[in-house]
């Protein structure tokens, strides 16, 4: 008599689980789950596909994402166009501007030399201390203004604070969403389907007039298919920490001779 094989649940990723509760609701749909006594099962099946799609981006991009990033985008432009004007002063050196090039270029080389390579919110921090560092020492602000660079520090310091208010905003819009707990819904589809395999395998001995059969070789065949998905990326992952950990253990020379015999 066939039995359901097992499969290690707990070893679905988050976004494999869905397709796998969907699948088995399909499975049990089609093999009549009122002749079987399986409707309940069913039923249970179908409120946990229901909560599956909490686990499927639950809300998406937020509105205001696109937005925040055009301003991020703008700041930077500003940054590299304050950059790029004191570099070219530095360089051309016009006469009667040499003091106030070394007053200045300090600070915006300080805070500004490959800020995009930061995240957004030390981006944020460093233009933001930028600032303060020009309201505490005014004579480098005025020589800012003196050497052209009003226009861009007005630009940034506006781009930033709106930048910064709406993340503020997302945020704060955020917090007011429903909390998820992914993990416990996992726990419970996962006890969910374990029972309803235990069902049908009982089921099968107790009712020996009902054909189960074709239902469970329907559910095994997708049970190997999806320990198929586990054990590959079990694998992938094996090979990835022993290479790892080979490539960490070697010298240049014996990696370069390892890979070789690899490929």
Not at 237 to 245: D, E
Request: contains cysteine.
């Amino acid at each position: 008599m066939q039995q359901i094989q097992e499969i290690s649940l707990s070893k679905l990723l988050k976004l494999e689980l869905p397709q796998f509760v969907k699948k088995v609701t399909n499975c049990i749909e089609e093999h009549n789950p009122e002749a079987l006594k399986l409707q309940d099962a069913l039923n249970l099946l179908i409120e946990q596909r229901s909560k599956m799609k909490l686990l499927i981006a639950p809300y998406g991009k937020h509105p205001l994402t696109d937005d925040i990033q055009q301003l991020h985008l703008e700041r930077l432009k500003y940054v590299a166009a304050i950059n790029m004007h004191m570099k070219l002063l530095n360089k051309v050196n016009y006469e009667g501007t040499e003091s106030l090039i070394i007053t200045a270029k300090a600070l915006v080389y300080g805070h500004f030399n490959e800020l995009r390579r930061n995240n957004q919110v030390t981006i944020h921090q460093t233009i933001i201390a930028f600032f303060l560092r020009l309201k505490e020492n005014p004579e480098i602000k005025d020589a800012l203004v003196d050497l052209g660079f009003e226009h861009y520090l007005n630009k940034l310091e506006e781009t930033n604070n709106q930048c910064y208010e709406l993340d503020m905003e997302r945020n704060r819009l955020k917090s007011k969403r429903l909390k998820i707990d992914s993990g416990a819904i996992q726990k419970e589809a996962q006890q969910v389907l374990r029972a309803i395999f235990e069902q049908i395998n009982f089921y099968q001995v107790t009712y020996k007039e009902l054909d189960y059969g074709p239902l469970i070789a329907q559910l095994n065949e997708l049970i190997v298919k999806f320990s198929s998905l586990i054990r590959t990326r079990a694998t992938a992952n094996k090979t990835r920490k022993i290479k790892s950990k080979v490539k960490n253990a070697l010298s240049p020379p014996l990696l370069q001779v390892w890979m070789r015999n690899k490929t």
